[in-house]
């Protein structure tokens, strides 16, 4: 049996299907370069009384590799109305961020 020709080919499209997103995966900047991704393929085989006939369950699935996480520093102050929250920047707060700006407006660099 050629695997390549199970269930009329279905096999090798969720095959291709499962691939295409584990490589958009590896290309995504947002996850680790070195985590390994996987493919996976059952065939479950449920054979009839006279085991004549088999009943195939195919699947494919793939793991990716997760999106990596972010991390910041919070100042958490006490007030009268409980606490309030502010994320620590090295920016001055109501300073313009002038990359922005430039990129906005069109400019070249």
Do not use: C, W, Y
Not at 11 to 28: A, P
Not at 31 to 47: V, Y
């Amino acid at each position: 049996m050629n695997l390549n020709e199970i269930a009329g080919g279905g096999l090798q499209e969720l095959f291709s299907h499962e691939m295409d997103k584990v490589l958009k995966n590896i290309k995504d900047p947002n996850t680790d370069p070195k985590a390994t991704r996987k493919i996976s393929i059952q065939l479950s085989i449920k054979p009839d009384e006279q085991r004549m006939v088999g009943n195939v369950d195919i699947k494919v699935s793939h793991t990716s590799a997760p999106i990596r996480g972010l991390a910041t520093n919070i100042l958490m102050e006490k007030t009268g109305a409980g606490v309030t929250v502010s994320e620590i920047s090295d920016k001055v707060p109501g300073q313009l961020d002038m990359d922005n700006i430039i990129a906005m407006e069109g400019a070249r660099r």
